[in-house]
């Protein structure tokens, strides 16, 4: 793992965005695993500028979602369908046939997950995932207690989780839905690369947690240490409460792969 120090959220984003258009570039037909939140909603942003002003092309890329909330069909405004087709989808040309998310309205829910994971398989597997962290410590939707070898399933969300993102749903905890189906938390850690943003001051204990703490199904964002290839990026808030930033900025300038990131 590698932890990134960024001045602020804009800086950290832009990171992401540039590793993002990296490997589009080098791997014009690659499988992206995206991530929401409103984290992400800089990251998308830019993307789609990227993909205005200087081309960044995602016609040839396959992209899978994280998760999707269980009973709501991509048609709700508070779907992660949604959320992506309105905030990057619809603004990079990428043909939506090679754009996945879970069906949250699946007949049969079990079979739909195990549908996931072979598309994702078919696809030759993910090479570069986005994630972001929920206070309660999660990847996708992987709560607390989830195994760390855990697959594509539907898994129950944590109260803090329903009150966390209650502002998609107009500030109703109540309509939040009550489940979701998620890539599990060993599905994440086949990816290729994963990516973890987080920002601002109300993230920083559980980062600390989850990238300086022991590795637990309690926190499975911590299951990233067992990642061969994992960059944390961070702002300054986000970043206030690890212990060795010292070390990881020192990194950061050293190593030769941050060079034309700086
Ligand atoms: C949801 C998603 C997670 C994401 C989290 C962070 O819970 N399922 O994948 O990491 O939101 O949300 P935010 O960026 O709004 O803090």
Redesign the pocket.
């Known amino acids: 793992m590698e932890v990134i120090i960024r001045p602020d959220s804009d800086a950290a984003a832009s990171l992401l965005v540039a590793l993002i258009e990296q490997v589009v570039r080098q791997k014009p037909n690659a499988t992206l695993g995206f991530?929401?939140?409103?984290?992400?909603e800089m990251v998308y942003s830019k993307l789609a500028a990227k993909h205005a002003n200087e081309g960044l092309d995602f016609s040839g890329c396959s992209t899978f979602n994280?998760?999707e909330y269980i009973g709501m069909s991509g048609k709700d405004p508070s779907s992660y369908r949604h959320y992506m087709n309105e905030r990057l989808f619809s603004k990079i040309e990428i043909d939506l046939a090679n754009t996945f998310l879970p069906n949250g309205v699946a007949e049969d829910i079990d079979a739909e997950c195990e549908r996931y994971e072979r598309l994702i398989e078919e696809r030759g597997g993910i090479d570069l995932q986005l994630?972001?962290?929920?206070s309660t410590g999660?990847?996708?939707?992987n709560e607390p207690l989830s195994a760390l070898r855990s697959r594509t399933r539907a898994k129950a969300l944590a109260p803090e989780?329903r009150e966390?993102?209650a502002s998609m749903f107009g500030n109703d905890v109540d309509r939040v839905p009550k489940r979701?189906i998620?890539m599990g938390v060993g599905t994440i850690l086949d990816s290729r690369r994963c990516i973890l943003l987080a920002t601002g001051a109300a993230?920083a204990e559980i980062i600390a947690s989850a990238v300086e703490g022991p590795v637990t199904s309690m926190i499975s964002a911590s299951a990233l240490q067992l990642h061969t290839r994992c960059t944390v990026i961070v702002d300054e808030e986000a970043a206030s409460a690890l212990q060795n930033q010292d070390y990881y900025r020192w990194i950061f300038e050293n190593e030769p792969e941050w060079q034309e990131f700086q």
């Open positions: 991530a929401t939140g409103h984290t992400m994280l998760d994630l972001g962290i929920g999660h990847i996708g939707f989780t966390q993102n979701a998620t993230k």
